[in-house]
């Protein structure tokens, strides 16, 4: 069982930045892949970013690449996602999500608004 509390959302201007921080409980953190997904409003949940279990591949959303990061540390059981030069279509609901066998997520956090104006 694993629990995923997301925090760092906001609202910034475009261009701006922001990081955002999972937290998991749970002692077997460390055999999940992790992912970052978003939902806009009308929109459907779209994927944003993964990283594998060690850490040591990662995959992005098209519309993300060259500006967000993931990233984890298993020891504080943490994913990450620095976001970078955001843009008004950014602005969604963020999700953190664990899954034992991709592309099935397992545990999903509550989500964290950003909001980022033009």
């Known amino acids: 069982q694993v629990q995923l509390v997301e925090s760092g959302g906001g609202l910034v201007q475009a261009g701006g930045s922001l990081r955002l921080s999972c937290a998991a409980s749970?002692?077997?953190?460390?055999?999940?892949?992790m992912g970052w997904f978003r939902q806009a409003p009308g929109k459907e949940r779209e994927f944003v970013a993964r990283?594998?279990?060690?850490?040591?591949?990662?995959s992005y959303a098209d519309f993300v690449k060259g500006r967000f990061t993931i990233s984890r540390d298993n020891a504080k059981k943490m994913v990450y996602l620095q976001m970078n030069s955001l843009k008004p279509d950014d602005t969604a609901v963020y999700y953190c999500?664990?899954?034992?066998?991709?592309?099935?997520?397992?545990?999903w956090g509550q989500g964290t608004q950003v909001t980022v104006s033009s």
């Open positions: 999500a664990a899954a034992r066998n991709i592309p099935s997520y397992d545990y």
């Open positions: 749970g002692r077997t953190f460390s055999i999940y892949d």
């Open positions: 990283i594998s279990r060690s850490g040591g591949s990662t």
